[in-house]
């Protein structure tokens, strides 16, 4: 246990000062005291939801679930695997789960048929060794609202998760993607999207109508050129970061469609100078 004051790092006996909790510098191992779905107060924070459904914080009493694997444990409808050296998702599962964490495992690969037999709202396969995903994967996944991708070996991302009618958070941050096929994708009730640390160069690509999504992020990628129309369609936009890539070109009317936008962050990148009609619709700017 950490002493008083201190925060307790995830998945390790590190302990840091609450005070160095999101305050810019990585402390913790796996980075987690960074995390954007901590540091940002913007929906709440899918990380403090997580952390009651891992192992060492919940117990079968309240589980909903008459099939549970001996090697996870349970929470409601949530199956928990979290930390649990597994290659594959474990069965038997009740067919009425609703979520099932399976982050920090040893999952290279998954069939296209994983998760058939259940409608989840919830999927967690952060930190594992992912490197693809079969397109049909979450083809029947249409109550999915919550998808966690981070910290894998992904180089794309499956063509049935851009058909999710009711997905809302699409984290797939610290992966290795290099192009999005975003010609394809369709989500509608998509408003949380982070796909930082990557290698997107956003080239040829233009984002497509999105009509609920307000904040998305992606730092720390190989994006060098704002086209007109990378952004154009994703006038709901709030909050948009695009910092440590090596951007040097901004096109002057690539954020005229973003008339919502509050949070704009262009830091270290290669720009010299900007635009002087730039944000010229950006009347509720309150953050650059």
């Given amino acids: 246990d950490c002493p008083e004051g201190n925060f307790t790092c995830k998945g390790s006996k590190t302990c840091i000062l609450q005070r160095s909790f999101c305050d810019g510098q990585i402390d913790c191992p796996q980075g987690e005291d960074e995390d954007p779905m901590y540091c940002h107060d913007f929906y709440g924070s899918f990380w403090p939801m997580v952390d ?13 679930l008459d099939l549970v694997p001996d090697i996870c444990q349970c929470t409601g409808f949530v199956v928990v695997c979290a930390y649990s050296s ?7 599962i009740s067919s009425n789960v ?7 495992n040893r999952i290279s690969s998954l069939e296209v048929g994983a998760f058939n037999g259940y409608s989840l709202h919830l999927i967690h396969l952060a930190s594992n060794e992912l490197k693809d995903l079969p397109d049909g994967i979450f083809a029947r996944q249409t109550k999915l ?7 894998n070996k992904l180089t794309s991302l499956p063509n049935s998760l851009t058909t ?16 999005l096929s975003l010609e394809i ?11 930082s640390e990557n290698a997107l ?4 690509e233009s984002f497509p109508v999105l009509p609920s999504l307000e904040m998305m992020n992606l730092d720390s990628n190989e994006i060098s050129r704002i086209e007109a129309t990378t952004f154009s369609n994703l006038n709901m936009l709030h909050d948009l970061s695009i910092a440590r890539n090596k951007i040097d070109y901004i096109s002057e009317v ?8 509050k949070d704009l962050n262009l830091k270290y990148n290669s720009l010299f100078t900007l635009g002087d009609r730039l944000l010229v619709n950006q009347v509720y700017l309150e953050k650059l």
């Fill in 145 to 151: 609202r919550k998808l966690y991708l981070a910290h």
């Fill in 185 to 195: 994708w369709d989500l509608p009730s998509l408003m949380w999207l982070v796909l």
């Fill in 98 to 104: 609703k979520g099932i964490t399976l982050d920090n």
């Fill in 52 to 64: 009651n459904l891992e192992a060492d914080q919940v117990t079968n009493d309240t589980c909903e």
């Fill in 201 to 204: 160069t956003l080239t040829n």
């Fill in 164 to 179: 999710l009618p009711n997905l809302e958070w699409l984290f797939a941050d610290k992966n290795n993607l290099t192009h």
């Fill in 86 to 92: 597994l290659s594959h998702v474990p069965s038997p």
């Fill in 254 to 261: 690539a954020f005229r469609n973003l008339t919502n936008l």
